[in-house]
């Protein structure tokens, strides 16, 4: 059954083309916005690269990972990093420390 494109128009109200017309130029204006920023970043980070302005700051200090956690992606990772003091791992003698094989591999197949 073939329903025209006439009728479709039909049930439509004036109210719901002003609604839709509303909504349209509501998304029209919120990606003209979106364009000008990413325009204004993209002008900025190119600005920055021309001039080298990235390389004169100084480099990140290093920080020393004493423990991460399980599951990378739990949602407070970035807070369970070095959540553990290095002063409160224990140091047991229990061999599970790696020690390299003093055999040597001598032929490749």
């Not at 025209?4 to 029209?28: G, K, N, P, R």
């Not at 302005?53 to 807070?79: C, V």
Request: one cysteine or more; charged letters at 25%.
């Amino acid at each position: 059954m073939a329903v025209s494109f006439d009728q479709e128009w039909e049930h439509v109200s004036a109210e719901q083309v002003c609604d839709l017309t509303d909504a349209v130029l509501t998304l029209t204006e919120q990606v003209r916005m979106l364009r000008l920023a990413v325009d204004e970043i993209g002008a900025e980070l190119g600005w920055a690269i021309r001039t080298r302005a990235l390389d004169r700051l100084p480099p990140p200090s290093p920080i020393r990972i004493t423990s991460l956690p399980l599951d990378p992606l739990a949602e407070d990772f970035h807070e369970q990093i070095n959540a553990v003091d290095p002063s409160s791992i224990s140091h047991d003698d229990s061999g599970t420390d790696y020690v390299p094989s003093s055999r040597r591999q001598t032929h490749l197949w």
